[in-house]
C-alpha cells in the first residue's frame, strides 16, 4: 500500500509503505481501557552481553511492577565504540541476538519495544536501524526500520553520518496491542511531524513510541519540547525510552526517558536524568478520547481529509 505525504515528502522517503498487517479498519480490541507501561533508560555499551543483563535485570523490575509493554531505547542491544563495529555484530531478526530478546519476553509475559536494533541490511555495508515489536508470547509483531537518518552537524560537537553505514527504511508501521495501537518510530524520526500526523490520521495509532539516544546537545536543546509537541498534536500517548550517559570515549547520550499523555503533560520520567532504571505509568484510552473530544477539531479533519485525499 503506497502513501504519499501531504503536502511536503519526508527526507530521504518519496513514499511509504504501510507495514502493518491491519490495513483496513482499525480496532481497539485488544486494549483495554487503562494498562500499564514502562519506559527504560540505560547507557548500553559494545558489550552484548552486558547491555542484555541490565535489560534482563529491568525487565524483571517492570514485570514486578506489573506493565504490560515495556519500552528500550534506541540501541540497546549494542552501541559501537570503533567505526564498522555495528556492522560487525548486525543480524537478521531470527538470529540468536534478536531471539535472546524474544525469550525474555515470553519468559516474562510483557510485551517489548526494542527500538533501533542493528538488523543485517541489503549489502555487506549497510544495516538497518530497526524498532522491533515483541508481544508476550515472544512472537514478533511487526518492526519499523529508521526513515530520517542522523546525518547532521551537531554545533560544538560533532558530525555524524548514519547513512554512510545505515540504510533507510521507508514503511510505516503500527500494530494493536494490549496498551493501544501503537505507532513505531525512531529517535531522529522525531523532527519531523508529517510521520506522526500520518500515524495518527491515517493509522489511528494512540500511542507513539520514540525509542532514541539523542546526542547531549540536541537533548537539552529539543529533546522533551519536540516529545511533548508530538503528543499534543496528534492527541496520543508518547512513550520515548532515552540512552543515557557517555557509552565510551566518543559518545554521550541526553537522557531523560519520558512517558507523555494526550494532553502533553508528563506524567512519568526517571527522577535522575542520566540513571539507569525504568519509569511506569498507566495509559487510560479513555484519556485519548477526551482530549480529542474537548479539543477543536476542524483543523485535524482538514489534516486528516489532506493525507487521506493525497495518498492512494
Known amino acids: 500500500m503506497s502513501l504519499c505525504l501531504g503536502p511536503r515528502n519526508l527526507v530521504r522517503a518519496p513514499f511509504l509503505r504501510y507495514a502493518s498487517r491491519h490495513r483496513a479498519a482499525f480496532s481497539c480490541s485488544m486494549a483495554t481501557t487503562t494498562a500499564r507501561v514502562g519506559v527504560v533508560q540505560m547507557t548500553s555499551t559494545n558489550d552484548l552481553d552486558a547491555n542484555y543483563s541490565t535489560c534482563s535485570r529491568l525487565v524483571k523490575e517492570a514485570a514486578a511492577a506489573g506493565v504490560k509493554l515495556l519500552c528500550f531505547p534506541e540501541n540497546f542491544s549494542f552501541v559501537s565504540a570503533k567505526d564498522g563495529d555495528s556492522l560487525k555484530i548486525a543480524e537478521p531478526l531470527d538470529g540468536p541476538i534478536m531471539?535472546?530478546?524474544?525469550?525474555?519476553?515470553?519468559?516474562?509475559?510483557?510485551?517489548?519495544?526494542?527500538?533501533?536494533?542493528?538488523?543485517?541490511?541489503?549489502?555487506?555495508?549497510?544495516?538497518?536501524?530497526t524498532h522491533v515489536l515483541v508481544d508476550d508470547s515472544g512472537k514478533i509483531r511487526n518492526k519499523y526500520?529508521?526513515?530520517?537518518?542522523?546525518?547532521?552537524?551537531?554545533?560544538?560537537?560533532?558530525?555524524?553520518?548514519?547513512?554512510n553505514f545505515t540504510a533507510a527504511g521507508d514503511k510505516i508501521a503500527v500494530e494493536d496491542s494490549p496498551v493501544g495501537r501503537l505507532g513505531l518510530t525512531v529517535c531522529y524520526d522525531l523532527r519531523f511531524p508529517e510521520l506522526y500526523q500520518l500515524l495518527r490520521f491515517q493509522h489511528q495509532a494512540q500511542v507513539l513510541l520514540v525509542p532514541s539516544a539523542f546526542t547531549k546537545v540536541t537533548g537539552e536543546a529539543h529533546w522533551e519540547i519536540l516529545l511533548r509537541a508530538r503528543a499534543i498534536e496528534t492527541q496520543c500517548y508518547v512513550i520515548a525510552a532515552a540512552q543515557a550517559g557517555r557509552h565510551n570515549e566518543k559518545r554521550e547520550?541526553?537522557?531523560?526517558?519520558?512517558?507523555?499523555?494526550?494532553?502533553?503533560?508528563?506524567?512519568a520520567r526517571l527522577p535522575h536524568r542520566l540513571s539507569t532504571g525504568i519509569a511506569v505509568a498507566d495509559i487510560d484510552l479513555s484519556r485519548i478520547d477526551s482530549v480529542r473530544t474537548r479539543m477543536p477539531i476542524s483543523e485535524h479533519r482538514r489534516f486528516s481529509s489532506c493525507w487521506k485525499s493525497s495518498c492512494i
Open 253 to 267: 547520550s541526553y537522557g531523560d526517558s519520558l512517558i507523555i499523555d494526550p494532553w502533553g503533560t508528563i506524567i
Open 145 to 163: 526500520q529508521k526513515i530520517h537518518l542522523f546525518d547532521v552537524d551537531v554545533p560544538g560537537n560533532m558530525v555524524y553520518k548514519e547513512s
Open 99 to 129: 531471539q535472546r530478546y524474544c525469550s525474555l519476553a515470553r519468559e516474562s509475559n510483557m510485551w517489548l519495544s526494542l527500538g533501533g536494533f542493528q538488523e543485517k541490511g541489503p549489502d555487506d555495508v549497510h544495516l538497518c536501524n
